[in-house]
């Protein structure tokens, strides 16, 4: 229990974590079962669902409606601001977080990455200090991505992994010395279809992608993962409140409590990505604490969850070209300096964000600007104290690891700083005033980038190189919400012309005639979600949702 919790707020505290769940829950698979699939989908494994979703699912549902609730009253004009019923945890300057676990104490180059085999391989051999597996916004959540990527994990957990493409090419490990992994699952609003949840009364619902990824990684490669010198880790995403937090923390403690390992065995990174959380960085913490190692910068989804939150409050808070909400902006440096000070007072890692510049091996000029502008994002991290970044591509990482380099020295981290000269208040947060204005060029961009992104999401690629960016799904979030909001408050581009549903089509229609069609593209889904998520009267809370349940999920 979190004894110190009850003294300092009297938000409402959960009842002792019970070391077994009540009779007769299960998890049904409704899914087409492929090669393989039965070494995860397991009858233990799926009682372990099972019986997280019995004692979490509902958890899960009222803090979705807390979200629904929260995004209402900011729309009304209620503010985000820093709570005061957790104002005492605040000014507590005892408590810190559990830390690092073994092989996560230098983190100054992590590479990121979906799960399939061949970037599995790649992550692993890339030379990083950290691989962040992701099965969240890097993986179309196809079922086959999903349980997939749960084998891919289970065999490079267990060094044994390898992979031959179409074309003949080979991919195996070549070093002894991989990253650390630290899995990221799905977000609290993702459902997994293909495996449905029975609860003990026999009703039944889709299961939740976050227990569920999870659940599998966690079953399956715990004990592995230890006896390895390492440990289960994850970076949690999209979190919005402590109270969130404090439901993964419950989640840990039982299944380390089902597993027989130590408390605290589990180390968890949390994404601070929506502005609700920016307001929650130390209360996050706290209710983490026995299981956190640190927080992450998650710049793009916390980008579009400022315009998710404000997109009708006015022309305030409209952005301009996406091109220009850079890292320096003053509301971006705010939420930044924030965090990190936050962590380092708290004894956490602070990890910076991903540079969307990629370098191309058939274009020296385009790896040129890729690699200069990586360098002054990282050498700015590493300025500021963060202990470490992320980075999308191999090729990356050297550029990276030197600007944490010349900071760290042999150094670990740089936790030790302490960032006192860092004040930074609620209306910093939300001050996001830049000055640009919004162009016909950025508005083209944002059509092309969002539905050539959806249209690799629809073949399955979470991960797509477009333009020399790597786009995944909080970035086309980004172009899909800013079309959205400059639509709905009557935004003109500079030269006066007026953003409407008819000019954004027309764009669309001259990309669709544009682009390079093949056999089997999803080009003209892909147009059709766009407009779904882009151009109609509501505001879908994320674009994946809706595409998800209309075109991935595949049932027996």
Request: some cysteine; hydrophobic content about 40%.
């Amino acid at each position: 229990m979190n004894t110190l919790l009850a003294e300092h707020t009297s938000a409402p505290t959960t009842s002792p974590i019970p070391t077994s769940s009540p009779a007769g829950p299960r998890i049904d698979i409704v899914g087409r079962m492929h090669d393989r699939f039965d070494e995860i989908l397991t009858p233990e494994a799926l009682q372990f669902l099972a019986d997280l979703h019995q004692l979490f699912a509902g958890r899960r549902h009222d803090r979705l409606a807390d979200r629904m609730r929260r995004r209402f009253e900011i729309g009304n004009g209620r503010d985000p601001k820093f709570r005061d019923d957790t104002a005492a945890i605040r000014a507590d300057a005892t408590w810190r977080v559990a830390g690092a676990g073994p092989g996560l104490e230098d983190r100054r180059v992590e590479i990121t990455g979906p799960t399939d085999r061949k970037m599995t391989i790649n992550a692993l051999n890339s030379g990083a200090k950290v691989w962040l597996a992701d099965q969240e916004d890097a993986t179309s959540p196809t079922w086959a991505n999903v349980i997939g990527g749960q084998i891919s994990l289970f065999d490079a957990i267990r060094r044994q992994i390898d992979f031959t493409s179409p074309e003949g090419k080979e991919y195996r490990l070549t070093t002894g010395d991989t990253p650390t992994i630290v899995m990221r699952p799905r977000g609290w609003h993702l459902v997994e279809k293909h495996l449905k949840f029975v609860d003990s009364s026999g009703s039944a619902m889709a299961a939740s992608g976050s227990l569920v990824d999870f659940g599998l990684y966690f079953f399956h490669n715990a004990q592995a993962l230890i006896d390895s010198g390492r440990g289960p880790y994850f970076y949690l995403a999209k979190l919005e409140s402590s109270e969130e937090a404090r439901l993964w923390d419950d989640i840990f403690s039982f299944a380390e409590q089902r597993a027989g390992i130590a408390h605290g065995t589990i180390r968890a990174t949390v994404l601070i990505e929506t502005l609700p959380a920016a307001f929650e960085m130390e209360e996050i913490l706290y209710e983490l604490r026995d299981h956190c190692a640190g927080l992450n910068a998650g710049r793009w989804d916390y980008i579009f969850s400022i315009i998710k939150n404000y997109r009708g409050r006015g022309a305030r808070f409209v952005l301009p070209d996406r091109s220009e909400v850079t890292m320096t902006v003053p509301f971006m440096r705010a939420y930044t300096e924030l965090l990190v000070k936050t962590c380092h007072s708290r004894g956490a890692h602070a990890i910076g964000g991903m540079s969307a510049f990629i370098p191309n091996r058939r274009n020296p000029e385009v790896t040129a600007r890729a690699i200069e502008k990586v360098s002054a994002d990282k050498k700015r991290e590493s300025g500021d104290g963060f202990d470490g970044t992320w980075v999308a591509h191999p090729d990356l990482i050297d550029t990276a690891r030197a600007e944490f380099d010349a900071v760290l020295g042999d150094r670990p981290n740089q936790i030790d700083r302490q960032r006192d000269d860092v004040t930074v208040t609620a209306a910093q947060l939300l001050d996001v005033h830049i000055g640009r204005a919004v162009t016909d060029a950025g508005l083209r961009d944002n059509v092309s980038i969002g539905v050539r992104y959806l249209e690799s999401w629809l073949r399955g690629i979470g991960a797509a190189a477009i333009d020399n960016l790597m786009e995944d799904a909080a970035t086309a979030e980004i172009s899909r919400s800013q079309i959205w909001q400059w639509i709905h408050q009557d935004v003109r581009t500079d030269d006066g012309t007026p953003i409407t549903r008819d000019r954004v089509e027309g764009i669309l229609t001259d990309l669709l005639g544009s682009v390079d069609r093949f056999d089997g593209d999803r080009f003209d889904d892909a147009a059709d979600v766009f407009r779904d998520v882009a151009l109609r009267d509501e505001f879908p809370t994320f674009l994946t949702v809706g595409a998800y349940s209309r075109f991935l999920v595949d049932l027996a």
